[in-house]
T-cell receptor, first 113, second 114 residues
């Protein structure tokens, strides 16, 4: 079956622009997670959802970052007024339930010029 | 707050050797631990998930052990091959916050020399 997919795979934007990153989880997976990964580091938790409910957003760096999962499937991570420090790999993962094995997508490489 | 440390940060060994990667965590009240593999420019692949009630988990040439009380896990790779070259990450739940917030180590970058 299909794994977790993310789009776009690469995004280059100018400082100050808004970007929207999309995650399509494995079908039937209740839980969906967003992470950010800097070069040479492990992924850093941003937020997660069970169905459409955002259960924890403690990892979002500031109020320019937001995420939604309106129908309990596809999720969008939005970064408003991007800054150069937002440049990173953004990864999405999904799992059957909140304590199950997490499966990751290929990531979106965001570059803010 | 849960902290995860992986030692060594990088490792280079000749093909065929058996090797051990180490992961330590500060809060032992975890319900599971997961090992991942990351290839350059690619996503993370789940290798093994060990539940807190288990002491080890095996998949092919990989064996992961978990010692909750000491806050340690090891990933043993037998008969290493060049295709095993990748970064290996371990991850555990941040038990002080939500059950699903997992904390990653920085990884061990493994290189297997032919």
């Amino acid at each position: 079956g299909a794994g977790v997919s993310q789009s776009p795979r690469y995004k280059v934007t100018k400082r100050g622009q808004d970007v929207a990153l999309r995650c399509d989880p494995i079908s039937g997976h209740v839980s969906l997670y967003w992470y950010r990964q800097a070069l040479g580091q492990g992924p850093e938790f941003l937020t997660y959802f069970n169905y459409e409910a955002q259960q924890d957003k403690s990892g979002l760096p500031n109020d320019r970052f937001s995420a939604e999962r309106p129908e309990g499937s596809i999720s969008t991570l939005t970064i408003q007024r991007t800054e150069q420090r937002d440049s990173a790999m953004y990864r999405c993962a999904s799992s059957l339930g909140s304590m199950n094995e997490q499966f990751f997508g290929p990531g979106t490489r965001l570059t803010v010029l | 707050k849960q902290e995860v440390t992986q030692i060594p940060a990088a490792l280079s060994v000749p093909e065929g050797e058996n090797l051990v990667l180490n992961c330590s965590f500060t809060d032992s009240a975890i319900y599971n631990l997961q090992w991942f593999r990351q290839d350059p420019g690619k996503g993370l692949t789940s290798l093994l998930l060990i539940q807190s009630s288990q002491r080890e988990q095996t998949s092919g040439r990989l064996n992961a052990s978990l010692d909750k009380s000491s806050g340690r896990s090891t990933l043993y790779i037998a008969a290493s091959q060049p295709g095993d070259s990748a970064t290996y990450l371990c991850a555990v739940p941040d038990v002080d916050s939500s059950a699903s917030k997992i904390i990653f180590g920085s990884g061990t970058r493994l290189s297997i020399r032919p």
